[in-house]
């Protein structure tokens, strides 16, 4: 147990994004629990995962163009965890939308993956993200290779766009949320742009 | 600075408490500073993800000292207009989860920035093709004699409410001021204030607020100029002090905060049809059969009730309204 407990959190600094990461879901959980989720109980669910989701896709995007800015090589060991957070966020997303707006039903998830473009690319930024979650141990690393894995977990950033635009049609008139979101990881992709370029 | 051989060997740190006390240090440090970023991310969730509903409640119960209903009801509660097994949605909920964009596009922010809106004195101009042109006072409008209706409220965003409103039909002061043959169609104007309505600062949407009717729905038995809800004048969220209730079409046209309604011979432009036609039409009959282009309107979520319901072909008033469209296509008119 505490083996594992030691590989989850190796360092004092994974335990500080570990620890503020879980704030979120704990306190959701716990309003939950006592009912006080507001008016619109299942809509306030679904929103606030859904943003959770944003906020750690960002963060996670953020990681590289920091450690090389701020030149902090050590941040690079925060990247898979922040990343995993996204996707454990879009997990319990997904799941509120499942289970709150489609009750469950396979059928009509999927009937709406199809003919509604906005949950369309939510579902693609999920379905992008569930691969990359499931490469990012050390053994898979090994398994593919440097090279294949870096290419593979490029994938993160169509899943940010396509969580992002899912975002922004969803709104039905103030887009200025959305297209903050929009804007950092415009800022974020285009450092990785730039950079390329350079070299 | 002491000489080094007055130091008494005894008061010498030894290597492994010095080891320690630095040890203990960093840990002490470091357990501030996660305590610190926890307690920041807790006040920013609490901050940012803030639940309809709860400012108000926490707020006090200032809602409940609210004045009773201006003018007495009149006319008890007509049958046809209450909803069968369904109960009316809480009153924290109907006055805590409003779209009312003049004040805020979160539905939980509106409560709040709305606090302070004076809605008296009030006047409500009824001009345009009609043979007796008149600005009514709110206690004029309340003095033709209110009337209790509890309807379904059934937003476009799919979900709904059961609310017990009080207010004049429409039809009532359509009559007083005598429309003209050729009028066609009514139009409401929302209040344009930007000192009083913050949010028309911001160009979230073109000001002021407008939305129409053909004159028979305008003169429909359903139609009511609201005033009140559970006996108590409306509150702003709601739209004080006067607002339109259309109960078989979405929400967004029962107009809030009315100071103008005109009679025109043409369809009158509406907010959120001029927005966005492909998605919001003039009509906006409740429809389960016609989604909007990016969602269903099949189900609905009854504020609350934990699982959903199926939505109603307007909104469970066909035997109404029904003949109103009888020669109207649905999806063509949505």
């Known amino acids: 147990m505490a083996e594992k407990i030691r590989r989850l959190i190796p360092d004092y600094q994974a335990l500080l994004l570990f620890v503020n990461a879980s704030i979120p879901a704990l306190l959701l959980g716990w309003d939950a ?21 944003l906020i750690c896709l960002v963060v996670t995007l953020a990681i590289t163009p920091l450690r090389l800015t701020l030149q902090m090589p050590v941040l690079i060991r925060l990247r898979r965890m922040a990343g995993l957070f996204a996707f454990f966020y879009g997990c319990l997303h997904l799941l509120a939308y499942s289970w709150f707006d489609k009750e469950l039903s396979l059928g009509a998830i999927v009937a709406d993956s199809l003919q509604r473009p906005f949950i369309f690319l939510g579902m693609l930024a999920f ?14 690393v090994q398994r593919l290779g440097g090279q294949k894995w870096r290419r593979l977990h490029r994938a993160v950033y169509p ?8 975002y922004y049609i969803l709104v039905k008139a103030d887009t200025r949320l959305p297209l903050a979101f929009a804007g950092l990881l415009a800022i974020l992709l285009g450092h990785r742009v730039v950079r390329s370029l350079r070299r | 600075m002491m000489k080094p051989d007055s130091i008494k060997s005894n008061e010498i740190t030894d290597e492994s408490e010095y080891q320690q006390r630095h040890q203990w ?13 926890a307690a920041t991310t807790t006040m920013l969730y609490r901050r940012l ?21 201006d003018g007495a009801v009149t006319q008890p509660m007509p049958d046809y207009a209450s909803p069968e097994g369904e109960s009316a949605t809480d009153y924290d909920d109907i006055t805590g989860y409003n779209n009312f964009y003049e004040f805020s596009t979160s539905k939980e922010g509106v409560a709040p920035r709305a606090k302070n809106f004076v809605t008296r004195p009030w006047t409500v101009e009824v001009t345009g093709l009609v043979h007796k042109p008149r600005t009514f006072d709110l206690d004029e409008l309340l003095a033709l004699g209110v009337e209790e209706r509890v309807y379904r409220f059934r937003c476009v965003e799919a979900w709904s409410m059961v609310i017990p409103w009080i207010g004049v039909p429409l039809s009532r002061l359509l009559s007083l001021v005598e429309p003209m043959g050729n009028a ?20 979230v949407l073109p000001w002021p607020y407008v939305e129409g009717l053909r004159l028979d729905e305008a003169l429909h038995p359903l139609t009511l100029l609201s005033t009140g809800i559970y006996g108590k004048s409306l509150l ?22 009315v100071v103008k309604i005109r009679l025109v011979e043409q369809q009158p432009p509406t907010t959120w049809s001029d927005y966005a036609p492909e998605e919001y039409g003039f009509y906006s009959n409740v429809n389960p059969g016609v989604a909007h282009p990016r969602w269903s309107q099949a189900r ?29 296509d649905l999806r063509r008119y949505f």
């Open chain 1, 33 to 53: 629990a006592r009912g006080q989720l507001g008016t619109n109980p299942q809509e306030f669910a679904i929103r606030t995962t859904g943003m959770l989701t």
């Open chain 2, 25 to 37: 240090r960093r840990n002490f440090l470091r357990g501030a500073i996660l305590a610190g970023t």
């Open chain 2, 184 to 203: 066609g169609f009514v139009a409401f104007q929302t209040l344009f204030d930007p000192q009083r309505m913050p949010n028309q600062r911001s160009s």
């Open chain 1, 127 to 140: 379905l992008l993200m569930a691969p990359l979650a499931a490469t990012s141990t050390n053994r898979m």
């Open chain 1, 159 to 166: 899943a940010a766009g396509a969580a992002a635009l899912h």
């Open chain 2, 236 to 257: 702003p969220q709601n739209g004080a002090p006067i607002r339109l209730v259309v109960p078989w079409k979405y929400g967004f046209k029962s107009i809030k905060s």
């Open chain 2, 300 to 328: 609905e979520r009854r504020i609350g009730e934990w699982s959903m319901r199926n939505t109603l072909i307007f909104n469970g008033y066909a035997d109404q309204v029904g003949s109103l469209y009888s020669n109207l």
């Open chain 2, 49 to 69: 993800a803030v639940p309809a509903g709860s400012i108000r409640q926490a707020a006090g119960k200032q809602t409940g000292s609210q004045p009773a209903a």
